[in-house]
């Protein structure tokens, strides 16, 4: 059986951790943060695990991650 490919758009936006949580970084950073606070900009940075439906259909995704 051939190898599965790794999802590169799924790669780019998510990181699996070593136990296995799938995180993922906030939207809305990139631009257009002039009107938005520094607060919000900050908060934006972090990252979130996402939810455990979600975080399945990403792990299908990514084989070898």
């Not at 296995?20 to 940075?45: E, F, Q």
Request: proline share 5%; charged share 35%; aromatic share 4%.
């Amino acid at each position: 059986m051939p190898k599965m490919k790794t999802h590169k758009g799924a790669k780019g936006r998510v990181k699996i951790t070593a136990r296995g949580k799938v995180m993922a970084s906030k939207p809305g950073k990139r631009h257009l943060n002039w009107h938005k606070s520094g607060k919000t900009i900050r908060a934006k940075g972090k990252k979130f695990a996402l939810a455990e439906g979600e975080a399945r259909r990403i792990r299908d995704l990514l084989p070898y991650e």
